[in-house]
C-alpha cells in the first residue's frame, strides 16, 4: 500500500540531495575561478620577483614533484640558466603570458614574461587548483550532507504532523455506529482536508435521506400489506368453513379476489422499489410508439372485458419517437395509468391514448403522451397530493366501488423524474381525467 508519508519524505530529501549535488558543483566552480585568479596572479609576482640581471646558468637540484610551482629562465640568446624541477614535463621554451600546456602528467598553467634580460617561465599543475577547489566545496558541503538524516526526521514528523487531520477523521469514522449518519465535525481543519470531509458530510447526508425513504418505504408497505394479507387469511378461513359447495365457490372466488389484489399490490411495490432515482437501470433508445401499442394491447382484453373502449391514436410525423430511456420502467409507467384508467372507467365508458410530437424538434424531442378517459376524474384540489405514495383520492372511493393501493400514480412519477420527464394532470374532454406524460 502506497504510503503519502514515506513518498514526501523519499521525494523531498531527493530534491534536497539533488539542490544539494547542484550547490556542491556551482560552489566548486566559483572557488575553481577564484583559486585561478589567486594563483595566476601569484604567478605574476612571482615573475616580476625574479632578478632582470644576467647571471650564469644555474640548473636546480630540486624533485620532480608535480606540485608547486616550476620555474624556468633564459637568457636573451635562448640558453636555459635556471630550471627549478629538470624533469618537468615542459616544452623548452617560452611563451609569452598565460597559456594551458597539456602534457602527459596533466595539463599545466604556464605564465611567461620578459624580466629584464631575461625571459621567465612559470608553471603550476591545474591539479593543484582542482584539489584545492573540491577541498573548498567540500568543506561548504558537509555540514549538509551530515544534517541529512537529521532534516529526513524533520520532515518526516512534519509530514505525519500535517496529515494528523487526516488520522482524526479515520479515526472519528471508525469510532461510528453503522446508523451514526450525522455530519463529521469541520472545525480546526487544514484547508486541504476540509473539501474531503464536506464531501462526506454530503455522502452521509444522501444516504441518510435515502435510508430515511427506504425505512418509510418499508414502513408504509407493510401496513399496506397488512390488510389485503389480512383479508386473504379471513377469506381462506371461511373456504374451510364453507358447509356447502356454493359458499364454498363464493369463498374461494373472494380468496381468489383477495390473493389477485394482494400479488398486485406487491407488484407495484416492486415496480415503485425499481423506479427509484437512484436504481441506475441502464438506458438505450426506445420507440414510444411501440411501448404505447404493447401496453395498449396488453391492457385491451381487460378493458373489453369491463365494456369500456380504448383505444391508440399516434399523430404520425417524419420524426421518429425515439427516446433514451430504460424500456421496462416507461412500460410500468404506461401499464400503472392504462390501469388506473381501466379501473375507474364505468361500463360503456371511453379511453383514448395519443402520442404526440412538438414540430421541428429532434427525435423523440417534445414526445408528448396523453391517456384521457370518462370516469369520475380527479378534483383539482386532490390532484398534487394523489401523486404522494399509498395516497388515496377519498371522493374518488366514494364516487366508485373500485380499491387502490395508491402507488400507481406514484410509480409513474418516479419514472418520469427518472427520464426527466413530467406527468401532469387535467380534465378531459371525455368527462374524467387527462394524463400527460412530457418527454
Request: charged share 20%; proline share 5%.
Amino acid at each position: 500500500m502506497r504510503s503519502i508519508r514515506r513518498q514526501l519524505l523519499i521525494w523531498l530529501l531527493a530534491i534536497v540531495v539533488a539542490g544539494v549535488g547542484a550547490a556542491g558543483w556551482l560552489i566548486y566552480r566559483q572557488a575553481l575561478a577564484e583559486a585561478n585568479e589567486l594563483f595566476d596572479y601569484q604567478l605574476q609576482e612571482i615573475a616580476a620577483a625574479l632578478p632582470s640581471e644576467p647571471f650564469a646558468q644555474i640548473f636546480g637540484a630540486h624533485n620532480d614533484a608535480d606540485e608547486g610551482i616550476v620555474i624556468q629562465i633564459w637568457s636573451r640568446t635562448g640558453a636555459l640558466m635556471y630550471y627549478s624541477h629538470p624533469r618537468a614535463p615542459l616544452a623548452p621554451r617560452a611563451e609569452l603570458g598565460f597559456s594551458t600546456e597539456r602534457t602527459e602528467r596533466g595539463d599545466w598553467r604556464v605564465y611567461g614574461a620578459i624580466v629584464g634580460d631575461n625571459v621567465v617561465q612559470l608553471a603550476q599543475p591545474i591539479s593543484v587548483r582542482n584539489r584545492l577547489a573540491a577541498n573548498v566545496a567540500w568543506r561548504t558541503l558537509w555540514p549538509l550532507i551530515v544534517l541529512l538524516p537529521f532534516l529526513g526526521l524533520a520532515v518526516w514528523m512534519i509530514v505525519g504532523r500535517g496529515l494528523a487531520p487526516l488520522a482524526r477523521v479515520t479515526r472519528a469514522l471508525n469510532a461510528r455506529r453503522p446508523d451514526a449518519l450525522e455530519p463529521l465535525p469541520d472545525r480546526r481543519l487544514p484547508q486541504e482536508v476540509r473539501p474531503l470531509v464536506h464531501a462526506l458530510n454530503g455522502l452521509l447526508a444522501r444516504l441518510a435521506a435515502a435510508l430515511d425513504t427506504q425505512r418509510a418505504f418499508v414502513a408504509d408497505a407493510a401496513h399496506e400489506l397488512r390488510t389485503p394479507l389480512a383479508a386473504v387469511q379471513i377469506q381462506s378461513q371461511l373456504v374451510a368453513r364453507a358447509q356447502d359447495d356454493e359458499a364454498r365457490r363464493e369463498a374461494l372466488a373472494d380468496l381468489q379476489a383477495g390473493v389477485t389484489r394482494a400479488t398486485r399490490l406487491a407488484e407495484q411495490l416492486l415496480a415503485l422499489a425499481r423506479a427509484e432515482p437512484e436504481a441506475g437501470a441502464e438506458k438505450a433508445q426506445v420507440d414510444l410508439r411501440t411501448i404505447l401499442a404493447e401496453c395498449v394491447a396488453a391492457h385491451a382484453p381487460l378493458a373489453e372485458r369491463g365494456g369500456v373502449d380504448l383505444g391508440f391514436e399516434d399523430y404520425e410525423t417524419s420524426e421518429p419517437a425515439m427516446v433514451r430511456a430504460d424500456a421496462d420502467a416507461l412500460r410500468a409507467m404506461f401499464g400503472n395509468l392504462l390501469d388506473n384508467a381501466v379501473k375507474y372507467t364505468p361500463s360503456g365508458g371511453r379511453i383514448d391514448v395519443t402520442l404526440s410530437l412538438d414540430a421541428g424538434a429532434g427525435a423523440g424531442a417534445g414526445a408528448c403522451v396523453r391517456i384521457a378517459d370518462s370516469g369520475p376524474g380527479i378534483p383539482e384540489q386532490e390532484r398534487a397530493r394523489v401523486f404522494d405514495r399509498f395516497y388515496r383520492d377519498e371522493s374518488a372511493r366514494s364516487r366508485t366501488d373500485v380499491s387502490g393501493s395508491g402507488l400507481g400514480l406514484a410509480i409513474a412519477k418516479r419514472v418520469a423524474q427518472q427520464h426527466g420527464a413530467s406527468v401532469e394532470l387535467g380534465d378531459a374532454q371525455l368527462g374524467g381525467l387527462l394524463v400527460t406524460v412530457r418527454f
